[in-house]
């Protein structure tokens, strides 16, 4: 077959091609606006150049470690300055930055250091005690660098050799970073959470990075020089691609140690913070702060929210104190958020409730995501979009991930039939938007019907003394599973099971009410997951 | 050598990767967004999801024609919703997109058609006398359709057999579209003005449309559903991106036939107006307007500007009539624009005079454009940031252009060292921002010294009674070359010769002053570009 006019003597150049990298994004800021702030931590301001600078020194530094393409870089630290950097500084000597959940054991951490055969660890000093455990157990030798940061004040000993600001200044402040040769080369490597078995390490590449980037501008209308607090934590697919985006709009980044009401409302009075992200975890802080941790403040301050379905309740109570909140929905396999509940000109006009419950919905495609669906699990077939049809939540395109480390089953099974399986469920309403159900694992069938977890935990939330709830199945001799749900209560309130349940049955059908009511603390995860299997072993006898 | 662990069963596949194309875009913006209104037309209102459809149908009816991969379409209209449609319909099923300079003679129309193997040509009835003579010299059969607008009263006949509403109506609304096999696959073509020898053929990306979508947004921070008004011809570098970026942000696009002030200002008090484009001409337009075209006008208009580096002057009395404009640069080869003066924050407290020089420099690259430099031309060396030294600007990354089509050398030229050879001449500021000086064929060399012919004119434009000026290299036979003035005066007012040289000495170095100055009109191109190789045959006797 001959060749069309248009392809011939038209290919690909150094002039007209170069591999999207989100380090692009770091150079233009550097160059474009130096001056400006690049990251507010503690006292301690660093601007756009500097951070530049002290990335390259970084990268320069790993490089004379011996780091270089497809090696992984492991970091263990709250959101500090150094884990930001390293969000460029590994990119830039072809490394993968493996970011660590600071929430994990040591025998996890040993596991996922070995899996994802790191060579270099760099880890904050206040985490030392069960990395030095996870680092007694590696079998192996690991080069490890301590960051000592100022705004920690406790006593941990160093876990290395070199300290990351002398590791840094070792590095040339001049290194020629080079593109990656292809786009598609890893960049980071993200472990699930893993509720069974052993967790998986999610690939990302330069080229997901660059579009998830332009994606959260877009889905966000993020304009240019946002001020953004680091609520969500960047080891959580990469801080949901925000490192990038905030370079690439040549953003301030305000880091924080330690995620509570008080210092986020300081944050936001303080370095007049306009966007942040968080779990429905950290909008139940701010809803639930005391007097004394909030602050005043009088400019619009936008909040992302995924990691669970908002309570339609939370996002009402946000909304009446001021935030504007954007409901997005991910999951670590594509890059954090990847669809959003696009909000419609006429939901202003809708009854508070009725908007509420709207937006709580997950919503449609990010730009960057080329397809969104809902499906039949076994033959990929969509679902009517009727609002009431189950099916499992299907992705595909940009923002998805390279697959799983080592594991090509996992991956092969993930990527079945040329669609990414989300492993949700949901719905598909008439304008197009999805709605999750619960994670397939997570249903509850009584009787033969499916209950949805989710939509019984929303009936919770929307009691006056209930901070968070979670339903999951106790198994039932006579219905097979019966709902059972966790509940914490706000501070001073008393409540009792049969109360929870009469509200239930004023709002649900009998068969979803729970059956049984357990009241105390509910356990999460560090990005204000509830662990579902946790709960599971703590159901009561009947 | 081994591959390492990231390159082991992480490939691209059907689920991941898909090729970037504007395709998803609109798709999106008609599933999101499907009643919203996508294009104004006189008294139409299209929604996306009719927009969308229409395409769909458009693409089907091309299809039915034998239109294919790598096949042309040619289209001859002005801003109408036909033209819009085209930006889509004809990337649907794998065409290229010609869209033809309106002002052009039937000779360069013959040229064009012939050279880029159109095989459907859409011509608007208006523009139908000097189409009759290019496809009467074309020398083959071409198929034809007609575009008979509601909005154009004019009686000239149809050239084809169809008309443009009867074409797609034929075509089936559920059509479905493909991605490009390869996001590098060609989707539009555009010939350069050509001042020399014959016009070159710049060929576009799916990759490079997607792309030039999102620089857009971030350069000028376009926020979701933008009232965009057509004033800058879609013939050109393809409306510079902007019929893909409004179908990105789910905006709305004002279609124009006739651009003239008393329309611009009708549309923006009627429509809303927010966003539009256009050559300094169109900003002289509006500064000039009479009182009868003016209309009010309260909520923020934006307006980007490019094609000739805007007079000082030129921009400071559009921010006194209340325009925010954003100064761009570029050339068809880098999708229009691809640099953009990105405002600093302490711009808003500089002197007026100082801020609307400081705004008239091209400035840093697109987030998109990888890299910018001022280069000397022979060894491809930056010149210093000094603001002084001259070179030529190079550019390089993902919003340049394939290549010419069916011109190896020209390609090869222009790519030469790695890098895009604009042209341009420039310098390169201590901030990084550059600023034109001339293009290298419009340097005038008077007893050795270099003139900028941008420089003489800057001067022009603040004289009072001078709309329009350009100034000319003449031969002489003492200094070789020497400055010549063309001046366009407002109407009603005298200035002789003199006083304009007089004027031009109390502020240039007397070498750089024009030693001829000629009144009158000014030719210039549809969009308002100057047609200096006119000039140099207007030059007067000694």
Redesign the interface.
């Known amino acids: 077959m001959t060749r069309?006019?248009?392809?011939?003597?038209?290919?690909?150049?150094?002039?007209?091609?170069?591999p999207?990298t989100p380090l692009?994004?770091l150079r233009?800021s550097a160059?474009?606006?130096p001056d400006?702030i690049a990251q507010i931590h503690g006292d301690r301001r660093i601007t756009w150049a500097e951070t530049y600078e002290r990335c390259r020194r970084f990268a320069s530094a790993l490089q004379k470690q011996g780091i270089g393409?497809?090696?992984t870089v492991a970091v263990m630290a709250p959101n500090v300055p150094a884990l930001f950097e390293a969000h460029f500084a590994v990119l830039m000597v072809g490394g993968?930055l493996n970011a660590l959940n600071t929430r994990l054991d040591a025998a996890a951490l040993t596991f996922i250091l070995n899996h994802g055969?790191a060579k270099v660890l760099i880890t904050d000093r206040e985490l030392n005690d069960v990395m030095k455990d996870a680092v007694a157990d590696l079998g192996r030798d690991i080069f490890v660098v301590d960051i000592d940061d100022p705004e920690y004040t406790g006593d941990n000993d160093h876990l290395g050799t070199v300290e990351y600001e002398d590791f840094i200044a070792a590095g040339d402040p001049g290194y020629e970073w080079s593109y990656p040769a292809d786009e598609?080369?890893?960049c980071c490597l993200n472990y699930t959470s893993g509720t069974t078995g052993n967790p998986k390490g999610v690939?990302y590449s330069h080229r997901g990075a660059y579009l998830i980037s332009?994606g959260n501008?877009?889905a966000w209308?993020i304009?240019?020089h946002p001020v953004y607090l680091w609520t969500l934590p960047m080891f959580h697919c990469n801080g949901w691609g925000f490192p990038w985006t905030v370079a690439?709009?040549a953003g301030t980044s305000v880091c924080l140690r330690r995620v509570d009401a008080g210092n986020i409302f300081r944050a936001i009075a303080e370095h007049k913070v306009n966007h942040f992200c968080g779990a429905p975890i950290v909008l139940g802080m701010l809803i639930n702060a005391t007097a004394e941790q909030r602050r005043n403040f009088d400019h619009p301050v936008k909040v992302m929210t995924a990691g669970a379905p908002p309570p339609a309740a939370v996002l009402l109570k946000m909304e009446r104190e001021g935030f504007d909140v954007t409901h997005v929905y991910g999951l670590t396999e594509c890059y954090g958020p990847a669809v959003v509940c696009?909000p419609?000109?006429g939901w202003s006009l809708l009854a508070d409730e009725v908007r509420a419950e709207t937006k709580s919905r997950q919503g449609?495609?990010y730009?960057m995501l080329?397809?969104l669906m809902v499906a039949d699990a076994g033959t990929l077939e969509p679902v009517p979009r009727d609002g009431e049809t189950m099916g499992e939540v299907f992705?595909?395109?940009?923002l998805?991930?390279?697959?799983y480390?080592?594991n090509?089953d996992a991956?092969d099974a993930?990527?079945a039939g040329?669609?990414?399986h989300t492993g949700d469920l949901g719905v598909w309403h008439p304008d197009?938007y999805i709605q999750l159900k619960d994670r397939s694992k997570d249903v509850i069938i009584s009787g033969g019907e499916n209950i949805s977890s989710i939509e019984v935990e929303g009936v919770l939330y929307k009691h006056p003394a209930v901070i968070t709830a979670a339903v999951v199945a106790k198994p039932d001799e006579k219905w097979g599973e019966t709902p059972c749900a966790f509940v914490e209560l706000k501070p001073g309130v008393e409540v009792t099971a049969d109360e929870i349940i009469a509200f239930c049955r004023e709002r649900l059908a009998k068969f979803k009410c729970p059956r049984y009511v357990v009241f105390g603390d509910i356990p999460k995860t560090s990005t204000g997951k509830i662990q579902k299997f946790k709960l599971r072993d703590m159901l009561p006898e009947d």
């Open positions: 069309n006019i248009y392809e011939q003597h038209l290919d690909r150049n150094d002039a007209n091609y170069l999207l692009t994004y233009r160059q474009v606006y400006r393409l497809g090696d993968v055969e598609w080369q890893a690939v332009t501008a877009l209308n304009p240019s690439m709009v696009a419609q000109d449609v495609p730009h080329e397809d992705m595909r395109g940009n998805i991930m390279k697959g480390l080592k090509p991956t993930a990527f040329g669609w990414f197009g």
